[in-house]
């Protein structure tokens, strides 16, 4: 005998932490399955790093090339992945209406963002270490702390996920894709990812520097490179970036 209402069904969510896990893993794994996704965050950083270490293009001051070269490509890692990738993906599912479906799911809009942060990190730790070891590879020798390099990096992906998702929320999925590759490609050139930003005029530098790219690519070489402390001036540009970016996200993103 089967007691009474042994299989009794019990509807009801999953725990929110459990929701969010797999909704990560799910936005991981299409990332990853993504050729075009692939080609930017992945195949676009490494042809750079490999291609400008070891052809003398572009005049990069004293030292190895690579050491000027690797912080710079880290920086655009981090952007590819958490603006550029993120701001076409959820643009393109919020015109498809994936995003309207997930909304009415039992995963709160809080946690299918936080589903995405997490992916997005997931992300780039794979592009971290496989450009470091190709960095090794090519004979960088890095310096400074880590937690620096750290907290460099996450302030990065805050900064660059919450302009990525207040482009995907605001803008039409065609005006994101081009934009977002736009801004990828002007921000490749004047933010001090290959070009240093002493090459450019004077009155540039100064609003140059003031761009997420530049903070972040700029910071990750004063410590890598040039084994310098807490580089406070580029984290309080990241910061705002981040503060702003986020903020401005949350207010005006639309999920239809």
């Given at each position: 005998m089967?007691?009474?209402?042994?299989?009794?069904?019990?509807?009801?969510?999953?725990?929110?932490?459990?929701?969010?896990?797999?909704?990560?893993?799910?936005?991981?794994?299409?990332?990853?399955?993504?050729?075009?996704?692939?080609?930017?965050?992945?195949?676009?950083?490494?042809?750079?790093?490999?291609?400008?270490?070891?052809?003398?293009?572009?005049?990069?001051?004293?030292?190895?090339?690579?050491?000027?070269?690797?912080?710079?490509?880290?920086?655009?890692?981090?952007?590819?992945?958490?603006?550029?990738?993120?701001?076409?993906?959820?643009?393109f599912?919020?015109?498809?209406?994936?995003?309207?479906?997930?909304?009415?799911?039992p995963?709160?809009?809080?946690?299918?963002?936080?589903?995405?942060?997490l992916?997005?990190?997931?992300?780039?730790?794979?592009?971290?270490?496989?450009?470091?070891?190709i960095?090794?590879?090519?004979g960088?020798s890095?310096?400074?702390?880590?937690?620096?390099?750290?907290?460099l990096?996450?302030?990065?992906?805050?900064?660059?996920?919450?302009?990525?998702?207040?482009?995907?929320?605001?803008?039409?999925?065609?005006?994101?894709?081009?934009?977002?590759?736009?801004?990828?490609?002007?921000?490749?050139?004047?933010?001090?990812?290959?070009?240093?930003?002493?090459?450019?005029?004077?009155?540039?530098?100064?609003?140059?520097?003031?761009l997420?790219?530049?903070?972040l690519?700029?910071?990750?070489?004063?410590?890598?490179?040039?084994?310098?402390?807490?580089?406070?001036?580029?984290?309080?540009?990241?910061?705002?970036?981040?503060?702003?970016?986020?903020a401005?996200?949350?207010?005006?993103f639309r999920?239809e």
């Open positions: 089967t007691a009474t209402g042994t299989y009794t069904p019990a509807p009801g969510a999953a725990p929110l932490p459990r929701m969010i896990a797999a909704q990560a893993a799910l936005e991981t794994r299409m990332l990853l399955r993504n050729g075009e996704q692939l080609l930017l965050t992945v195949v676009i950083p490494t042809l750079l790093l490999v291609l400008f270490s070891t052809v003398d293009i572009v005049d990069t001051g004293a030292g190895e090339a690579v050491d000027f070269l690797t912080p710079g490509v880290l920086a655009l890692a981090v952007m590819s992945t958490a603006f550029t990738g993120q701001a076409i993906a959820t643009g599912e919020r015109r498809y209406g994936v995003l309207k479906r997930l909304a009415s799911s995963l709160p809009r809080w946690g299918l963002m936080t589903a995405k942060t992916s997005v990190l997931v992300t780039e730790v794979l592009q971290v270490i496989l450009l470091t070891v960095a090794f590879a090519l960088w890095p310096q400074g702390d880590p937690f620096s390099v750290v907290l990096l996450v302030l990065g992906t805050a900064a660059f996920s919450g302009l990525g998702l207040l482009m995907a929320g605001t803008l039409r999925a065609e005006a994101t894709l081009a934009a977002a590759n736009l801004v990828f490609l002007l921000l490749l050139v004047g933010g001090g990812v290959i070009v240093p930003l002493e090459k450019f005029p004077s009155a540039a530098q100064d609003v140059l520097g003031l997420p790219i530049s903070a690519s700029d910071g990750l070489r004063d410590v890598l490179q040039h084994g310098a402390g807490m580089p406070w001036a580029d984290l309080g540009i990241l910061s705002v970036w981040a503060v702003a970016g986020l401005a996200a949350g207010a005006f999920w």
